[in-house]
């Protein structure tokens, strides 16, 4: 039953030589055996490169080398991260079969704490969804109710963590693909601040948004494996070269007189009650171990879906135009008369429905004639919501919100109705506009599915959230798991 | 906010996509839906608003211009679906 555990308690048994990172691995994959045919949170297993990473980890152990906190530990990677000599493909036609040469920042910081990645995750196509219905391999299912979704784009990792697949996960979040698939799997899943994780090797979407961060079993692994991931890579010439704390010491169960704003936004329309509920009665348990809690507006917040809507596809268009059948990926077998026409052919049966569809709007909000009112105009309303989070940072050391506005909602139900499906982020959408940190953490269940709550904290203040978030979940003590 | 059918045709062809006549009709339809939402903030005032292209206030970036290894021919190549002698392979253009 290791595969329960989280990574402190994994760590110090390895450590004490209690057990072995052999048959900590092995007991994970065993769990695999016995669920994954339920949840389908894997794109692809690495099992034979996983026992020959534990069993050095063993040989290491055993000559008496220093432990760190991830060493030994079981990881899933999800699969828009390159990880070298293993298959990346985004959940995309047009990547299957490619096989990365070198691996991401991320993924290269993990395996020099050696870890032992069990395999990669399934997401929606390029991280584009809400649900991890837009997989060009089919969905992967919530382990608390096999018929609803288990959120996205990274809902393969937060179906993993929380059906004890992995021990931890890493995911990406560009709109609250990390949020609310952890929020809708009842697991703990952070935003960082934007820069503070490089973005290397991690196939872009919308690259002024896009952030890498962990998805766990509690918020102690949260910090454990931030404090892995996070720093300045000379490869990403965004990642921040910033002064990083040792986030474990945010770890302390102490929140009296820590000032959280509710911005009234993110409470009213659009918010199923029983998720409304749980994030009051997770405020008022705030209030009695002493934060002050006070509402607050951020009056253009409301704004944040739309200019969302122009950017990341606009980026994303951009971004995509890489995809061309030339250098790597997937090209058209049709004939073709030149190469316009093999690009168009490729990217057409390569690509999805919402990667089309969204290379098409960002296409159209870049076009000439367009540019101005819709990608100009979004860019003036990010600058307005940055200006609404700095004037609320000014007073708040914390906000605090529902992750998700419903619990994880059924198959199918929103795939046919892309506005709808995109009204799953409206709560997690503001934090990458403006760079700013997030995590996601169980507040209880509704209908026995999970709720999650948000709390947000100032750029680089990732200590603040930590904090209120331990603080909040030793005095909570979420301990339910899905039965699979 | 319609997006016409010729509209997408237009956008479809700079995004290099070639959709089918059913797509068409679906992403006129969609497209338009979305745009009238995510439209809604034309009617902001956003006068004398910086706009943010970027949530860190990042300039250039510089390096030396050092030389560095870097992926050999062979890696570089591993990925491409055709090639030839070294090289990659793309129809004929002339």
Redesign the interface.
Known sequence: MLHKLTVHELHKKLKNREISAMELCRDVFKRIEAVESKVKAYLNLTEETALSAANAVDEKIKLGEEVSFLTGIPAAIKDNMCTKGVETTCASKILKNFVPVYSSTAVEKLFNEDIVMIGKTNMDEFAMGSSTENSAFGPTLNPWNLKTVPGGSSGGSAAAVAADETIFALGSDTGGSIRQPASLCGVVGMKPTYGLVSRYGLVAFASSLDQIGPITKDVTDCALVLNAICGKDPMDSTSLDAKIPNYTKALVSDVKGLKIGVPKEFMGEGIDPKVKRLTEDALELFEKMGAIIEEISLPHVGQALSAYYLIAPAEASSNLARFDGVRYGYRTKQKVEDMVDMYSKTRAEGFGNEVKRRIMLGTYALSTGYYEAYYGQAQKVRTLIINDFNKAFEKYDVLVSPTSPTVAFKLGEKFEDPLKMYMSDICTIPVNLAGIPGISIPCGLADGLPVGLQIMGKTLDETTILRAAYAFEQEFGFKEKPIL | MA?SKK??E??????????SEG?KEK?SK??S???E??????E?N?EG????????P?KN?F?EDEEKTC?SQK??L?????KEDGM?K??K?V
């Open positions: 997006i509209e997408v237009h956008v479809a062809l700079l995004a290099r996509l070639s959709l797509e992403f969609q497209l839906q979305i745009l939402h995510a439209g809604k903030i034309a902001l956003t608003v910086e706009p943010t292209s970027h949530a860190l990042i970036v390096r992926l890696e570089a591993s990925n491409a679906p055709a990659i793309i129809p253009i």
